[in-house]
């Protein structure tokens, strides 16, 4: 019963292909549970500045150097 979907005409590279997927997507979701928990760590202490906050994001890749430089030019 568990292998009815490869009867359905999918072939290995349709398998590698949903593995590779769900993995990259597995790396990114620690990733940002990494990030989120970095933050909310942040976030408990009395005097968070939002350059702190962006060094959070710009260290986990949520945000890029150029990007966090028109943030800062923008205001």
Same mark, same amino acid.
């Given at each position: 019963?568990?292998?009815?979907?490869?009867?359905? $005409? +999918?072939?290995?590279?349709? +398998? @590698?292909?949903?593995?590779?997927?769900?993995? *990259? %997507?597995? #790396?990114?979701? *620690?990733?940002?549970?990494?990030?989120?928990? *970095?933050?909310?760590?942040?976030? %408990?202490?009395? @005097?968070?500045?939002?350059?702190?906050?962006? @060094?959070?994001? *710009?260290?986990? $890749? %949520?945000?890029?150097? =150029? =990007?966090? =430089?028109?943030?800062?030019?923008? #205001?």
């Amino acid at each position: 019963m568990g292998m009815a979907s490869f009867d359905m $005409g +999918y072939d290995d590279r349709d +398998y @590698d292909n949903w593995l590779t997927t769900l993995t *990259e %997507a597995s #790396a990114r979701l *620690e990733v940002l549970q990494t990030a989120v928990t *970095e933050l909310c760590r942040l976030c %408990a202490s009395q @005097d968070v500045r939002s350059d702190q906050v962006l @060094d959070v994001l *710009e260290r986990h $890749g %949520a945000i890029s150097k =150029a =990007a966090r =430089a028109r943030l800062f030019t923008a #205001a």
